[in-house]
């Protein structure tokens, strides 16, 4: 389910809430019980895990020798 931003008419509050695509209209506010609005989003961020960023997976095979020997030393 995706991640909706709402704020709070009454109080100014935001928060998140996971709903399906399908639902419409406004919801209640945790703080106040006050009407919430849908609030455009900045969206998720990019998150990057494992060995290496893509520009050093695509490096030539010496490139990679030389740095494995370097994180060794």
């Known amino acids: 389910m995706p991640t909706y931003d709402f704020k709070c008419d009454n109080c100014g509050y935001r928060f998140e809430l996971f709903l399906k695509i399908t639902h419409e209209g406004d919801c209640?506010?945790?703080?106040c019980g006050g009407k919430a609005?849908?609030?455009?989003?900045?969206?998720?961020?990019i998150l990057f895990k494992g060995s290496g960023?893509?520009?050093?997976?695509?490096?030539?095979?010496?490139?990679?020798?030389?740095?494995?020997?370097?994180?060794?030393?």
Do not use: H, L, Q, W
């Not at 209640?28 to 703080?31: E, G, I, V």
């Not at 609005?37 to 961020?45: K, N």
């Not at 960023?53 to 030393?73: G, H, I, L, N, V």
């Open 28 to 31: 209640m506010c945790p703080s």
């Open 37 to 45: 609005r849908r609030v455009i989003s900045a969206g998720g961020g």
């Open 53 to 73: 960023f893509y520009a050093t997976d695509y490096r030539k095979a010496e490139y990679k020798k030389e740095s494995k020997k370097e994180s060794e030393d």
